[in-house]
C-alpha cells in the first residue's frame, strides 16, 4: 500500500484513541522509523506530511541525510531520532545529525554525548530508554534504577532530557503491552513528582505498529511506526 494511503489511516486510527481518553492528536508526534527503507520512502512520507524520521544505526542514517539534502529531496526541517542501541564509538557522528537521541541508557553513554555535543557546541535532547519488561530488549536501564540515574546525569551541561522511551514485547495481543506502557508513565509521573532534577520529563515514547493506540491510552507523545507506514 501506498506510504500516503497507510499515513492517512494511521491518522484516523490515532484520532479515535485519542478521542476515546480525550486527548489531542496533536500532541501525538508520530516518528517513521525507516531501517531498512529507501531514502525514496523516507521522501514520501516526508511528502506525506512526516516530520520526525526514526533510525537505529548512526551509518544508515547519515546516508539518508546526506542523501535527502544533497538532492534536494526535502527542503522540510526534519527531525532525526536515534531508536536504536547506540555505541560509545558512534557517539560524535550521532550528535552531529540526531535532534533527538531515545535510547540513553548508561551513564557512560550519557557522559560520552556529553562530551562530544560539548564539542560542538551543542545541547542534545535525549530520552531514557527503560526496560519496562525483562524479555523485550536486551537493552535499558531498570525501572528502579531510572531515579537515580537521571540524578546522576543532571550535572551533565550538555544534555537536555525530556523524557522516557520504551520497547515493549512482542506479543500476539496489544492489549498485552498495556502494563509496559503504564509502568513507563507511572515512572515518569513519580520522576516529576520527586521533583529532584531540573528537568521536567513530559515525552513519553512508546508504542509501534502492533500497539500504539492501546500506548496512546496509556499517554504516549511519541510512536515509532515501521511498518505500519512502510508496509
Ligand atoms: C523498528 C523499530 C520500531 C518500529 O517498529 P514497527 O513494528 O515496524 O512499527 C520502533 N522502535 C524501535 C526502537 C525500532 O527499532
Not at 535532547?125 to 536501564?141: C, M, N, Q, R, Y
Not at 534504577?145 to 495481543?173: C, H, R, S, W, Y
Not at 520527586?194 to 508504542?207: D, K, P, V
Request: glycine share 4%.
Amino acid at each position: 500500500m501506498a506510504i500516503k494511503e497507510n499515513l492517512l489511516k494511521i491518522r484516523e486510527r490515532i484520532s479515535l484513541a485519542c478521542a476515546k481518553v480525550n486527548r489531542d492528536p496533536n500532541a501525538i508526534t508520530i516518528v517513521a522509523v525507516s531501517k531498512g527503507r529507501t531514502v525514496e520512502q523516507v521522501r514520501e512520507a516526508l511528502v506525506a506530511g512526516i516530520t520526525d524520521i526514526g533510525e537505529n544505526r548512526v551509518q544508515e542514517a547519515f546516508l539518508k541525510y546526506n542523501t535527502l539534502y544533497a538532492k534536494r529531496y526535502t527542503l522540510n526541517a526534519i527531525k532525526w531520532h536515534m531508536v536504536g542501541h547506540l555505541q560509545t564509538n558512534k557517539v560524535r557522528d550521532a550528535v552531529k545529525i540526531f535532534d533527538l537521541i531515545q535510547s540513553v541508557d548508561s551513564l557512560r553513554l550519557a557522559e560520552e554525548i556529553d562530551k562530544q555535543a560539548a564539542k560542538i557546541n551543542k545541547v542534545q535532547d535525549i530520552l531514557i530508554e527503560v526496560k519496562t519488561s525483562p524479555e523485550a530488549t536486551k537493552f535499558g536501564l531498570k525501572p528502579e534504577e531510572a531515579a537515580e540515574f537521571l540524578k546522576q546525569i543532571a550535572k551533565f551541561k550538555n544534555i537536555n532530557l525530556k523524557g522516557l522511551m520504551t520497547i515493549a514485547p512482542l506479543v500476539d495481543d496489544s492489549e498485552k503491552s498495556r502494563p509496559y506502557f503504564k509502568m513507563l508513565r507511572q515512572l515518569c509521573d513519580e520522576i516529576n513528582a520527586l521533583n529532584a532534577i531540573r528537568y521536567t520529563l513530559n515525552a513519553l515514547s512508546m508504542g509501534m505498529s502492533d500497539d500504539f493506540e492501546v500506548a496512546i491510552a496509556e499517554g504516549a507523545t511519541m510512536v515509532r511506526l515501521g511498518r505500519a507506514i512502510f508496509e
